[in-house]
């Protein structure tokens, strides 16, 4: 019997000598069922993304290119898979749009690639409605640019909907005085503190409280090795699920 190979999937890499793009370069090629084909950086033409046959797009850039990243690989037939951030409100509902003119393109959005954050995030928002408070402390590298992280966003924005679907008050907070940034920054509703420090990666914890107890929920990836298996699944499940996903979440079966 004559066994049918399947020809492995072409993957371009954006943002390839960054410190995620440098790992997921080494994720690619060593995995036996996708293929390299393109790894680009900042003085690289996006049309070298069209001429290289790239079937899925990576993007692994800064929050100021991977709008155009993103919407060149869709003009031109790419799924994507972005960890990227600097993706608000305005920028979704473009892509959202653009998307609807590319309805077999899939486009997966990925705050966070580790799959251990993403179970921290999802399982801190379904107890969130349990408690009084909540509040986030996102640690990072002091190379990062923006802040809040990414993560600490998207998870701010899942606690806040079950919270609001529950009808949980905002947590209490008597502070009438304090100093610009003491209080961090409110992300619908959630404090949201930042750390940079020399050593970090990036951890996240988010703390629930109530009467006499606290329960926290801490993330910590020491190597960005842990953000592949993540880019791995992203890329190995983006093209069967057409439209936008935000959030890694979005391919597992977490049973929430
Ligand atoms: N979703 C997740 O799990 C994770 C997401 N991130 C996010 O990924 C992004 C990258 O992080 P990180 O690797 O640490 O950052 P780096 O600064 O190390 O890498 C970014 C890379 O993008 C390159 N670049 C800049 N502009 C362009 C462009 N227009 N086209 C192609 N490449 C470009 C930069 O080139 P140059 O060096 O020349 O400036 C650099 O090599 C950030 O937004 C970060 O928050 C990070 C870790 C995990
Ligand atoms: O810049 C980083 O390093 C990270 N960025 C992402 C974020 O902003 O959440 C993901 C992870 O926290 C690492």
């Not at 509703?189 to 606290?214: D, F, I, N, T, Y």
């Not at 298996?229 to 057409?242: Q, Y």
Request: some cysteine; hydrophobic content about 45%; aromatic content about 4%.
């Amino acid at each position: 019997m004559i066994e049918q190979l399947s020809a492995p999937t072409r993957v371009a890499v954006l943002g390839a000598s960054g410190r995620m793009g440098a790992e997921a370069v080494k994720a690619v090629e060593a995995a036996s069922d996708l293929m390299l084909v393109a790894a680009l950086g900042r003085g690289d033409s996006l049309d070298q993304l069209a001429t290289s046959g790239a079937d899925i797009v990576v993007d692994l850039t800064v929050p100021e290119s991977t709008e155009a990243n993103v919407r060149y690989a869709v003009e031109h037939g790419m799924h994507a898979v972005v960890g990227t951030t600097g993706w608000d409100s305005t920028r979704i509902a473009a892509l959202e749009a653009l998307l609807a003119a590319h309805p077999e393109t899939g486009v997966l959005i990925a705050p966070n690639f580790a799959l251990g954050s993403v179970l921290a995030s999802a399982f801190a928002a379904k107890a969130s409605k349990y408690f009084e408070s909540v509040e986030i402390i996102e640690l990072h590298h002091p190379e990062k640019v923006d802040a809040p992280s990414g993560t600490a966003v998207r998870t701010a924005q899942l606690i806040a909907a079950e919270r609001k679907a529950a009808d949980v008050p905002p947590s209490p907070d008597a502070t009438t005085s304090e100093l610009a940034g003491a209080r961090g920054c409110d992300v619908e509703g959630v404090r949201v503190h930042s750390v940079r420090l020399r050593g970090l990666v990036a951890h996240q914890e988010v703390l629930l409280g109530g009467p006499g107890e606290q329960l926290t929920f801490r993330h910590d990836s020491f190597d960005r090795a842990s953000f592949m298996p993540g880019v791995l699944l992203g890329v190995r499940n983006v093209a069967a699920h057409p439209g936008l996903t935000v959030g890694l979440d979005g391919y597992l079966d977490l049973g929430l």
